[in-house]
């Protein structure tokens, strides 16, 4: 099993910064790609950002250029460094873990909502 924490979220102004962690403990070994998902009120989860095994990362359109993602060597850690940001951004941002053999685990996500 693997137990992921997400922290960092707040409020924040168009154009301002945030960092957001994740903490993964238990069976670290497991762990494939990490993701950040996130959702707006009204809206569907989507997908933000993928750092694969092999620590290569994609992100969508929507954030490419504005958000990093980072991870760790022993995969405890994952973080997501956003700047510029903009009041579409506004959302809750979950941390996703691939587990080899047992599908995607979740945290239990933070709110981020930035005005404008």
């Known amino acids: 099993q693997v137990q992921l924490v997400e922290s960092g979220g707040g409020l924040v102004q168009a154009g301002g910064s945030l960092r957001l962690s994740c903490a993964a403990s238990?069976?670290?070994?497991?762990?494939?790609?990490m993701f950040w998902y996130r959702q707006a009120p009204g809206k569907e989860r989507e997908w933000v950002v993928i750092i694969t095994e092999d620590g290569i990362s994609y992100y969508a359109d929507a954030v490419k250029g504005r958000f990093t993602i980072s991870r760790d060597n022993t995969k405890s850690t994952l973080s997501q460094q956003m700047d510029g940001l903009k009041s579409e951004d506004t959302a809750v941002y979950y941390c996703a873990a691939r587990i080899l053999y047992a599908g995607k685990n979740w945290g239990q996500g933070t709110q981020v909502t930035v005005s404008s």
């Open positions: 238990g069976s670290l070994l497991s762990i494939r790609a």
